[in-house]
C-alpha cells in the first residue's frame, strides 16, 4: 500500500462548482497534515494545514479522519484560477510524504 | 524577502557526465531539503538536513548521488556519473522547525540526462 494515496484525476469542473479532493494514508504515527498547491511547472507551496477538528480559509475547508486515515478537501465556488494540482502531504518524523496529486481544471 | 534559490534551472547532460545542483536556503532556516519529482513517482524525499548536518538520507537512489551543506546557507545535490534514468525536476526546500511545518520551495531544476 502506497503511503499517501490519492485520486489522480483530472477533475474538470465549471466555474462556481464544488469538488472535493479524497486523500488515504498508511502510518497510523503520522502526525502533521498538509495540503499544498502545485501550478503547472512550478514548485509546491502550502496551501492550509489540516486539524483534526476540520479547518476553514475562504472557499477551502480541509478535514481529517485520523480513525479512517483520511484527508479530505473541499472547494467551493471553484475560480479558474484555482485549477491545480492539489498535493495531500502527511508528515511522519522528519520527513513529509506526498501524494501524487490530484489535478483540478476549472472552466468557464 | 528573498525565496529558496536553485541553480540552474535548467539543464541538459549527456549520460556520463557529472551534475552538480545549487541550493540556497531561506536566510534563518535550520531545515534544509532535497525532492525529485518526476510524473511516475510524483515528489520523494532525497535527503534532509538540519543545522547543516545530514538527518537522513534513506531517500538517496544510490551511491552516484551525493550531498553537501558545508554551511547554513548553500548546498550541493550531485549525481557522477548521471544516467537518463536520472531525468527529473529537482526541488530544494528549507523550513525553521525541522520539517516539523511549512517547507518552503525553491523553483527546481529541471534535469535532462541525454
Known amino acids: 500500500r502506497k503511503e499517501v494515496e490519492q485520486d489522480p484525476g483530472p477533475f474538470n469542473v465549471p466555474e462556481g462548482a464544488t469538488v472535493a479532493f479524497n486523500c488515504t494514508y498508511s502510518?497510523?504515527?503520522?502526525?502533521?497534515f498538509f495540503w499544498y498547491r502545485q501550478d503547472c511547472r512550478k514548485e509546491p507551496k502550502l496551501l492550509m494545514s489540516?486539524?483534526?477538528s476540520g479547518n476553514e480559509d475562504g472557499r477551502f475547508t480541509a478535514q481529517l479522519n485520523r480513525a479512517s486515515q483520511y484527508i479530505s478537501l473541499l472547494i467551493r465556488d471553484s475560480k479558474l484560477s484555482d485549477s491545480a494540482t492539489y498535493l495531500c502531504?502527511?508528515?511522519?518524523?522528519?520527513?513529509?510524504?506526498f501524494g501524487k496529486g490530484t489535478t483540478l481544471s476549472v472552466s468557464s | 524577502d528573498a525565496g529558496v534559490i536553485q541553480s540552474p534551472r535548467h539543464e541538459v547532460t549527456e549520460m556520463g557526465q557529472e551534475v552538480t545542483l545549487r541550493c540556497k536556503p531561506i536566510?534563518?532556516?535550520?531545515?534544509l531539503f532535497w525532492y525529485r519529482q518526476t510524473m511516475m513517482r510524483g515528489l520523494e524525499l532525497l535527503i534532509y538536513?538540519?543545522?547543516?548536518?545530514?538527518?537522513?538520507d534513506s531517500g538517496m537512489p544510490e551511491d552516484r548521488f551525493s550531498a553537501k551543506m558545508p554551511n547554513a546557507s548553500f548546498s550541493t545535490l550531485k549525481i557522477q556519473p548521471s544516467e537518463p534514468r536520472d531525468s527529473a525536476v529537482y526541488f530544494c526546500?528549507?523550513?525553521?522547525?525541522?520539517?516539523?511545518?511549512?517547507?518552503?520551495f525553491g523553483p527546481g531544476t529541471r534535469l535532462t540526462v541525454l
Open positions: 526546500a528549507s523550513s525553521f522547525s525541522g520539517g516539523a511545518g511549512e517547507q518552503f
Open positions: 502510518n497510523s504515527a503520522s502526525q502533521s
Open positions: 489540516v486539524y483534526s
Open positions: 502531504v502527511v508528515q511522519a518524523g522528519t520527513a513529509l510524504i
Open positions: 536566510s534563518g532556516h535550520n531545515s
Open positions: 538536513f538540519n543545522n547543516n548536518v545530514p538527518i537522513d
